[in-house]
């Protein structure tokens, strides 16, 4: 337990430190500094050396020590931009180590470059990525997950409407997680001019999608959609919706725990704050982050007693709440100097790592286990 405080809390210092330079909005020195590279390099060292930290990882262990070893993957589903750098690392003979890193390297590399245009939020964004969930959740279904921090990245290409490189970016990614393709729809939402910031309205969705999803008995009404998704080619998740709509299969249940509480009452400062910090912050993507982030988590609160099939996609908005996090922390500081919102909303989003670690630690099993934080040379 202590060592996994210990990692987090000073992962998250070392990155807070070294993006200090741009929390200033008038800096103006270049963006890919000594200070960002070796943020870049700090993140992918603690991803690198982790050990059976994440449900996912001693899947992905497994099946990168087939490749080293020449045997026949267990699995045959990887994509083939996944299994091509996996087998490029290979044929180094590179450690698992580097890996890890690797993948851990372009997911922080993808969320800072989309943040050029407001890098003064990275340093809240660094605490967010080590306190909130975002490096745990990272750290599981990597494949996916990669995608999902490239998209920030890529929603320029949305706001900016332009289509060949939305495309291209649809393309690479779908040979990193074929999910990829759910994303393409999303290009549509850049002709929306005005993003709705009536707070009201959007809290009364949120807590429709809320009471929706607590007894999801509107699945049964789009039965239509497990032959449409085995007709496109997604018969994985097809035959999930086609059992689950029979019964067949066993829901996930949402439980209001700690945690849970936090990222709800996280995600309403966001919404109220919202239309006065899209004022504030005109020069930047806050307005498609925001849209995006309220799909996210209005699809996350309609889908969370169903099966993780159906939550797993939501990933892709729900990252969105990084961002805005991060722009909310940087409101409440420096903008609007609300020192006891600021407190209250830091407490929301960086008391998560350390119950998740209280509850690995009295409760290790299952995923609870993959909460602690052990290195690799602590383990093999």
């Given at each position: 337990m202590?060592?996994?405080?210990?990692?987090?809390?000073?992962?998250?210092?070392?990155?807070?430190?070294?993006?200090?330079p741009?929390?200033?909005?008038?800096c103006s020195?270049?963006?890919?500094?000594?200070?960002?590279?070796?943020?870049?390099?700090?993140?992918?060292f603690?991803?690198?050396?982790?050990?059976?930290?994440g449900?996912?990882?001693?899947?992905?262990?497994?099946?990168?020590?087939?490749?080293?070893?020449?045997?026949?993957?267990?699995?045959?589903?990887?994509?083939?931009?996944f299994?091509?750098?996996?087998r490029?690392?290979?044929?180094?003979?590179?450690?698992?180590?580097?890996f890890?890193?690797?993948?851990?390297?372009?997911?922080?590399g993808?969320?800072?470059?989309?943040?050029?245009?407001?890098?003064?939020?990275?340093p809240?964004?660094?605490?967010?990525?080590?306190?909130?969930?975002?490096?745990?959740?990272?750290?599981?279904?990597?494949?996916?997950?990669?995608?999902?921090c490239?998209?920030?990245?890529?929603?320029?290409?949305?706001?900016?409407?332009?289509?060949?490189?939305?495309?291209?970016?649809?393309a690479?990614?779908?040979?990193?997680?074929?999910?990829?393709?759910?994303l393409?729809?999303?290009?549509l939402?850049?002709?929306?001019?005005?993003?709705?910031?009536?707070?009201?309205?959007?809290?009364?969705?949120?807590?429709?999608?809320?009471?929706?999803?607590?007894?999801?008995?509107?699945?049964?009404?789009?039965?239509?959609?497990?032959?449409?998704l085995d007709?496109?080619?997604?018969?994985?998740?097809?035959g999930?919706?086609d059992?689950?709509n029979?019964?067949?299969?066993?829901?996930?249940?949402?439980?209001?725990?700690?945690?849970?509480?936090?990222?709800?009452?996280?995600?309403?400062l966001?919404?109220?704050?919202?239309?006065?910090?899209?004022?504030?912050?005109?020069?930047?993507?806050?307005?498609?982050?925001?849209?995006?982030?309220?799909?996210?988590?209005?699809?996350?609160?309609?889908?969370?007693?169903?099966?993780?099939?159906?939550?797993?996609?939501?990933?892709?908005?729900?990252?969105?709440?990084?961002?805005?996090?991060?722009?909310?922390?940087?409101?409440?500081?420096?903008?609007?100097?609300?020192?006891d919102?600021?407190?209250?909303?830091?407490?929301l989003?960086?008391?998560?790592?350390?119950?998740?670690?209280?509850?690995?630690?009295?409760?290790?099993?299952?995923?609870?286990?993959t909460?602690?934080?052990?290195?690799?040379?602590?383990?093999v």
């Amino acid at each position: 337990m202590l060592e996994s405080i210990v990692v987090y809390s000073f992962t998250a210092l070392i990155l807070y430190q070294l993006a200090l330079p741009y929390l200033n909005p008038n800096c103006s020195r270049k963006f890919w500094t000594a200070d960002m590279i070796w943020s870049v390099i700090v993140f992918a060292f603690i991803a690198g050396a982790r050990y059976k930290v994440g449900v996912d990882y001693i899947g992905y262990l497994n099946s990168y020590n087939e490749i080293l070893s020449g045997e026949e993957l267990y699995r045959d589903d990887f994509e083939i931009g996944f299994l091509l750098i996996s087998r490029l690392l290979a044929i180094l003979d590179a450690h698992f180590f580097f890996f890890f890193a690797l993948w851990a390297s372009v997911q922080i590399g993808f969320v800072y470059s989309a943040m050029k245009d407001s890098r003064y939020i990275i340093p809240y964004l660094a605490l967010c990525i080590m306190l909130g969930p975002y490096f745990l959740t990272w750290m599981n279904g990597i494949r996916q997950t990669v995608v999902a921090c490239a998209f920030v990245w890529a929603v320029r290409f949305i706001k900016e409407q332009r289509l060949k490189p939305y495309l291209l970016f649809i393309a690479l990614a779908y040979t990193i997680h074929h999910s990829a393709l759910i994303l393409l729809p999303f290009y549509l939402l850049g002709r929306k001019k005005e993003v709705s910031d009536t707070t009201a309205k959007n809290l009364i969705i949120l807590f429709i999608c809320i009471f929706l999803g607590s007894t999801p008995t509107w699945i049964s009404s789009l039965s239509f959609l497990g032959p449409l998704l085995d007709t496109v080619g997604f018969d994985r998740y097809g035959g999930v919706f086609d059992a689950m709509n029979e019964g067949v299969t066993k829901l996930v249940r949402f439980d209001w725990g700690p945690t849970k509480i936090a990222a709800l009452l996280l995600e309403i400062l966001i919404i109220i704050y919202y239309p006065k910090m899209r004022k504030q912050f005109q020069q930047t993507k806050i307005d498609m982050f925001f849209l995006l982030f309220f799909i996210g988590i209005c699809w996350y609160y309609l889908v969370m007693n169903t099966v993780h099939q159906m939550i797993r996609p939501t990933e892709y908005f729900t990252i969105f709440r990084l961002p805005m996090t991060a722009y909310l922390l940087y409101y409440l500081k420096k903008v609007i100097r609300r020192e006891d919102i600021f407190l209250f909303a830091c407490i929301l989003c960086f008391s998560y790592i350390a119950i998740t670690i209280y509850k690995g630690y009295i409760n290790p099993v299952d995923s609870y286990s993959t909460v602690l934080y052990h290195f690799f040379f602590e383990k093999v």
